[in-house]
């Protein structure tokens, strides 16, 4: 059974990182695309980042994340990451990552639908302010 938890959330002052692990077990690893989403309280969970398998090599980021948040990955661990630097208070919510349900890659056109993704984990709390 696929599953995924994230890690690494915390308080942080804004202009700080963070740094979000997302540890895998049950699949694959390789054969999947891993996204980051994120949600606050009476708002739709929006889309981060969806990074595609290795062999694939195409990551996709939200506008309001670009040049301050990263993905990475550690195969042989199973465990996805997500770099956060410059971090604004409305970085504020709760952290998810999800596997991709088609396998590989993130398209363009879909990754940041939460439809695109089968597996969740319960996701961290990441909270930015003074």
């Known amino acids: 059974q696929a599953q995924l938890v994230e890690s690494g959330g915390g308080l942080v002052q804004p202009g700080g990182s963070l740094r979000l692990s997302c540890s895998t077990s049950?699949?694959?690893?390789?054969?999947?695309?891993i996204g980051w989403f994120r949600q606050v309280p009476g708002k739709e969970r929006e889309g981060v980042s969806c990074?595609?398998?290795?062999?694939?090599?195409?990551?996709w980021y939200a506008g309001s994340v670009r040049g301050r948040f990263s993905v990475s990955r550690a195969s042989a661990k199973g465990t996805a990451f997500l770099q956060m630097n410059s971090l604004k208070p409305e970085d504020t919510g709760i952290y998810y990552c999800?596997?991709?349900?088609?396998?590989?890659?993130?398209?363009?056109?879909?990754?940041?639908?939460?439809?695109?993704?089968?597996?969740w984990g319960p996701g961290t709390q990441v909270t930015v302010s003074e």
């Open positions: 999800a596997r991709v349900t088609t396998g590989r890659a993130c398209e363009r056109s879909w990754w940041s639908s939460p439809d695109h993704y089968d597996t």
């Open positions: 049950g699949f694959t690893f390789d054969d999947y695309g």
């Open positions: 990074m595609s398998s290795s062999s694939v090599g195409i990551n």
